[in-house]
């Protein structure tokens, strides 16, 4: 089918194409189009997740455990669901405090103990290679698969295994090593991981959808089949299945999904944006749900295909498309299985190498060279390097020997339970200040002590290494020392038993130590920079440095470990920021050379970064009273700067709420100044008329007696117009001040209407106007004073009858219901408002220059008037285009009359 | 804050109410020979709880505007 030579040629084609793709990635982000700035490639970065133990050992756990491989993908849905709130923190203090692993985590929240970062990377080596074995096995296991049908392989086992670990540790050298410092993300690498987890699925999803669409006629027809054999009806009703395992298995994987070294890697110190954090909480489990559909069907296949009779269930995925002489299908599955496993591989040494050279060499290194020395540099990227190469090696020798009988499943589920340890010490530091490094201590060497007891050790058993009486009479005959019935607890699965007991030793170990002694300064003053992260957002800054440093030493130790270039760059860009001259500082600053420390803390991890400084600065001796003096200091101080600028904000708002009252004052005190000198005005004119006229009866008494009674009628017609403009000023002054009070009575405005217009006969008459008045029977009332609403119906009815013109003239009064309100229209067909005047036309002594003939002169209160009128009522007036080009005034009054029958003050608002 | 808090409070409830669907009580109660549509109860029971999970995950997660 598969020569040797072509299935090595695709597989090489494939590992180039992955060089290829982290290569492009890098190149990307140098030219500042960063590929890890989309929420998508985060979110299938974490889907490195999903290894060959997804991709083949899910099927193999199926085909004899039914939905056993399920709880593993159902811990991490539920952690995606606490992502926002739990994983968020992990990620805001990692990046705060430049973190770089999960042992550097460790270690700075708990007084960054070079001693406690050690142990975390000794558990994360020994949980992890079995883990990498794992994969390298499934490579391997693959790769023979596809060649095996064309008689014996040309390459063994061995060989595949070793070659597949040389080429990643290639990769992952290649792309992961290439900065020193740490918190530089891995662009291209990313990428090529997001691009591998893309395959995996397209793949799984390819052979899924051949198995069931396929060789079978669909789901239906697949489980159909599979019910008619009793064991596989047992197993999909899930007849005995263990809740307890099932239970602790999600647990666990919720653990690792969050703890795991790779996990790690990509979901905090390559992520470039919390927010990310949103897509990847429904994408990633929506990514697991998808690659898991296809699973107990392939299993269910392989279980009832006589081509994988006897075959182990890890090898169905492969085996099925093989046996239907699929060789395309079957290549594409061995690229998913491959991708699968790379992609893990890649990201976990390279995860597990920043752990063992920063906190295993390093130390050993910072000791040795004391405190002046080299360039770091160089040795901190070979020790980096040697170790994915020993990591690698180490994976690779574990596959060839004790790893390769048990399943894919149970060898990783040995690793998830290691990595489980390291979570009590994690959560309790990250919500429980009281937490201490002796107590995390504790719980992880107790944890991990009994995790090896329980799961790794009996294993050897398996391999004859120990003898059986081990197991089942335990050491020396100790039978209460069981591995897998610890103290008598029997009757649980190994890998349930295992984590009853390492977690509980774990959790009480970590409280009790904690609660015997209270935590040091450090470690006091490193607990609530992780606990309040979100309160105080990293500014909790103790000074454990004191200021006798000479800021050229600072920098020469910087420039050992980043280069001088880089430190430059980094030691400007904060003296920029907080507006010092680095030139003119003879001594560093403690805040300087706690921006140093954590500056290094990037490149070497928390606990070396303090060791490295101490060799150039003094820590004070500070304790833990004074620390948490100082804490409680400028946590208030925060607290009160934060207090203040809310404060300032407050009166910001209110000097600018009196600008604004004071503006209108003003704009008040102009309007009443206008008022009064056009009121002056307007009762001048008159006055004037009827002074002239006066003085001229008064000097003249000679003239006729039919131009001294035509002056007489024009005085009289004057003070008429005089009383008619006091009598509107008054009314209006009434209106505007808060003493009158209108009655609330129910009013009927029809009859209203009528009595106006009513009033208004003589006037129309004598200008051969015609009014015509529409109101329907039956009208609720509104609520109000009747004299004052036949005063609006007068003065807009007079109004309308004075701008029609003579002869011709007709006005249309009319009352309409309309939702909740009366509204009164009253039309002319005079010459109009033009728009520009619609609003100003209410205001006091606006009158506009329209040609009326033989008009009437009005006093140029009465729309202001009757505006006032309406608004006390609670209704509105305005004025349209009538449709026979003349004005229409509108009067909208609510008709809430008959709730409110008592007088009610009806007050004009200020 | 506030909606900030509210989202974190809705999403620990998802996760409760998840942690309890994918579990004993409800789980071993659908653990019978019977099918859905042709589907294994246990099958149905448990891919649906898992896609309604994801589907409640996406509308609480979903941000804020301006965020």
């Known amino acids: 089918m598969w020569s040797t030579g072509a299935t090595v040629a695709i597989a090489l084609a494939y590992v180039a194409l992955l060089f290829f793709i982290a290569w492009r990635g890098d190149r990307q982000a140098a030219a500042g189009r960063n590929p890890l700035a989309s929420p998508w490639i985060y979110a299938l970065s974490l889907a490195v997740y999903c290894t060959a133990w997804t991709f083949y050992g ?100 061995e060989q595949l295994s070793l070659s597949a670990a040389a080429v990643l540790a290639l990769f992952a ?42 060789l079978y006629e669909g789901f239906g027809d697949l489980f159909a089949r599979a019910a008619a054999d009793p064991a596989l009806a047992a197993m999909l009703s899930r007849q005995g299945a263990s809740e307890g395992a099932w239970a602790w298995m999600t647990f666990l994987s919720l653990l690792a999904f969050w703890f795991l070294p790779r996990q790690f890697q990509v979901g905090i110190v390559e992520n470039v944006d919390e927010r990310h954090l949103s897509t990847s909480a429904w994408l990633l489990p929506l990514y697991l749900l998808v690659i898991n559909v296809f699973v107990l069907p392939i299993a269910l296949a392989g279980r009832m295909s006589p081509a994988t009779a006897g075959a182990s269930g890890d090898t169905f995925v492969l085996l099925l498309p093989l046996s239907a002489d699929r060789a395309e299908l079957a290549v594409l599955v061995f690229l998913g299985g491959l991708s699968a496993a790379t992609s893990m591989v890649i990201v976990e040494s390279l995860a597990i190498s920043n752990m063992v050279a920063n906190d295993l060499v390093l130390p050993v290194l910072l000791q040795r060279s004391g405190s002046v020395g080299g360039d770091f540099r160089q040795p901190l990227l070979i020790s980096r390097r040697l170790a994915i190469v020993a990591v690698l090696l180490l994976g690779h020798l574990y596959a060839i020997s004790a790893g390769v009988g048990a399943s894919l499943i149970s060898i990783g589920l040995v690793s998830f339970a290691a990595v489980a340890q390291l979570a009590p010490a ?23 002590a009994v995790w090896a007891y329980t799961l790794p050790l009996p294993s050897l058993v398996a391999t004859g290494r120990l003898p059986a009486s081990f197991l089942s009479e335990g050491p020396l005959g100790l039978s209460w020392l069981r591995p897998h019935a610890l103290f008598g607890l029997d009757g649980l699965d190994p890998l349930s038993h295992s984590l009853t007991w390492s977690l509980l030793v774990n959790v009480v170990a970590f409280v009790g130590v904690s609660s015997l002694a209270a935590p040091g300064p450090v470690e006091e003053r490193q607990a ?17 440095w004191s200021a006798d440093a000479p800021v050229a030493s600072l920098r020469a130790l910087l420039s050992r470990f980043l280069g001088e270039e880089r430190t430059e760059r980094a030691l400007q860009a904060w003296a920029d920021e907080q507006g010092v001259d680095l030139d003119h500082m003879g001594q560093a600053h403690p805040e300087l050379i706690a921006f140093a420390e954590r500056l290094l803390a990037g490149t070497t991890g928390a606990a070396s970064a303090r060791v490295a400084l101490a060799s150039v600065a003094q820590e004070k001796t500070l304790d833990v009273g ?9 946590s208030r101080v925060i607290a009160a700067s934060r207090e203040l600028a809310e404060k300032s904000q407050e009166l910001e708002t209110a000097s600018a709420e009196l600008r604004r009252v004071n503006e209108q004052l003003r704009e008040l005190d102009r309007l009443k100044d206008d008022f009064l000198s056009t009121m002056a005005h307007e009762l001048r004119t008159p006055l004037t008329a009827i002074r002239a006229f006066a003085e001229i009866l008064h000097d003249n008494p000679e003239l006729d007696t039919e131009k001294r009674s035509e002056f007489l009628r024009v005085i009289a017609k004057e003070n008429e117009r005089l009383s008619r403009l006091i009598h509107d000023l008054l009314d209006l002054a009434r209106l505007e001040g808060k003493e009158e009070r209108m009655v609330a009575e129910p009013v009927d405005l029809a009859e209203v209407v009528a009595d106006g217009v009513a009033a208004l006969d003589q006037l129309a008459a004598s200008r051969g106007v015609e009014i015509e008045v529409t109101a329907p029977m039956g009208l609720p009332p509104v609520a109000g004073d009747r004299d004052r609403l036949i005063q609006v119906v007068i003065n807009l009815v007079s109004n309308a009858v004075r701008f029609c013109p003579a002869a011709t003239g007709h006005v249309a009064v009319s009352v309409q219901r309309r939702r909740g309100e009366l509204l009164l229209g009253v039309e002319d067909n005079g010459p109009g408002v033009p728009p520009t005047e619609r609003e100003a036309i209410f205001e006091k002594f606006r009158q506009i220059a329209r040609p009326v003939s033989g008009r009437q002169a009005g006093t140029g209160l009465g729309l202001a008037i009757t505006r006032r009128i309406v608004a006390r009522h609670g209704g509105r007036i305005w004025v349209e285009d009538a449709a026979e080009g003349g004005a229409l005034f509108l009067v909208s009054l609510p008709t809430r009359a008959a709730d409110a029958p008592q007088p009610i003050p009806l007050l004009l608002g200020a | 804050m506030i909606p900030d808090r509210l989202r974190s409070a809705r999403l620990v409830a998802l996760f409760l109410l998840g942690a309890l669907g994918f579990n004993a009580p409800p789980l071993a109660g659908v653990s019978l020979p019977g099918t859905v549509l042709g589907l294994p109860l246990p099958y149905v029971y448990l891919f649906t709880v898992w896609a309604l999970l994801i589907l409640a995950i996406a509308l609480a997660v979903r941000p804020k505007r301006g965020e």
Not at chain 1, 426 to 440: D, K, N, S
Request: proline share 3%.
């Open chain 1, 58 to 157: 899910s099927v193999g756990r199926a085909a004899t455990d039914g939905y056993g491989f399920l709880p593993i993908y159902l811990g991490p849905t539920l952690a995606c669901a606490l992502g926002w709130v739990v994983y968020r923190k992990i990620l805001r203090i990692a990046k705060i405090e430049r973190l770089t692993s999960i042992a550097d985590f460790l270690a700075s929240r708990f007084g960054k103990s070079a001693f406690l970062g050690a142990v975390v990377a000794v558990v994360a080596v020994v949980g992890t290679v079995p883990y990498i074995a794992l994969q390298l096995k499934a490579v391997a296991t693959s790769f023979q698969l596809l060649l095996a049908r064309d008689g014996p392989s040309a390459l063994s086992y």
């Open chain 1, 173 to 214: 050298i290649l792309f992961g090593t290439r900065s020193v410092d740490l918190t530089e993300q891995h662009a291209g690498l990313v990428l090529a991981i997001a691009f591998e987890s893309l395959v995996k699925l397209v793949a799984f999803l390819a052979v899924g959808l051949f198995v069931v669409f396929g």
């Open chain 1, 426 to 448: 994690t959560l309790g530091g990250l919500y429980w200040a009281g937490a201490t490094r002796r107590g995390a201590l504790a719980g992880l060497i107790g944890g991990f």
């Open chain 1, 528 to 544: 609530r920079r992780f606990v309040d992260v979100f309160r105080y957002r990293g500014e909790v800054e103790v000074p454990v």
């Open chain 1, 626 to 634: 004074e620390v948490v003096e100082l804490l409680d200091e400028t």
